[in-house]
């Protein structure tokens, strides 16, 4: 229990669907991450958010589109996706970025 | 874009020996960052070290960093089964972004 909740931890979606991952943590920290895992490339930074704000969108698709309503919540909505999104999606929270806690991932397939 | 880059790519070691991994990056840092991640689960971080500082010890693992070189070691001493998975180094260059590099996938024979 790493105190960063992801879910769904599995998710299967058509290219048409509009699905939503969801993350929670329970830490108190500032700031909330995305970071996209795919095989055999680095974690690549999605986007951050501080206190609710975000502060970065690394060049992401707006298939992709993130919420976070609050310092605890993070949402990242998706839509029109591509099977080469399938990935691990993962989330994690900070204190003024030092260190990292990650939740345990969602495993997306885009069919 | 990637900054930290993990050295070798796979290591296969015996149980009970060292392992050892690199790390180089590129740019500027207010601190380095390992992590381990067991297949399909999240990131755990192991250990921070600052931009000042050059090495420091948790239970078995010991990092390095040298600055000048920009490039950062983990040992982990008497292996075990348990420590087979990926780490990863990222740094911290104080602008909200934490960059990973592609990890090292240790395995450790029984």
């Known amino acids: 229990e790493t105190g960063v909740t992801q879910t769904p931890r599995h998710l299967v979606m058509g290219m048409t669907n509009k699905k939503s991952l969801k993350c929670e943590q329970h830490?108190?920290?500032?700031?909330m991450y995305w970071y996209k895992q795919s095989a055999k490339k680095p974690l690549e930074l999605m986007f951050v958010?501080?206190?609710?704000?975000?502060?970065e969108n690394n060049s992401v698709p707006s298939r992709f589109s993130p919420e976070c309503p609050n310092s605890s919540h993070l949402f990242l909505h998706l839509h029109t996706l591509q099977p080469e999104d399938s990935a691990l999606y993962l989330c994690a929270s900070s204190q003024e970025a030092k260190p990292l806690f990650f939740g345990e991932g969602s495993r997306l397939t885009v069919l | 874009s990637q900054q930290g880059e993990e050295d070798p790519q796979a290591l296969s070691i015996q149980e009970g020996e060292n392992a050892t991994m690199n790390c180089s990056y590129k740019t500027s840092i207010n601190n380095l960052q390992w992590y381990r991640q067991n297949s399909g689960r999240g990131l755990v971080h192991l250990i921070l070290?600052?931009?000042?500082?050059r090495e420091k010890h948790s239970g078995r693992l010991r990092v390095t960093l040298d600055t000048s070189k920009k490039s950062s070691s983990l040992l982990i001493t008497a292996s075990r089964a348990a420590d087979t998975a990926s780490y990863f180094c990222?740094?911290?260059?104080?602008?909200?972004?934490?960059?990973f590099g592609k990890g090292t996938r240790l395995h450790i024979l029984p």
């Open positions: 958010y501080n206190f609710k704000e975000q502060t």
């Open positions: 990222a740094t911290d260059a104080s602008d909200d972004k934490i960059i």
């Open positions: 830490l108190g920290h500032n700031a």
């Open positions: 070290i600052r931009s000042n500082e």
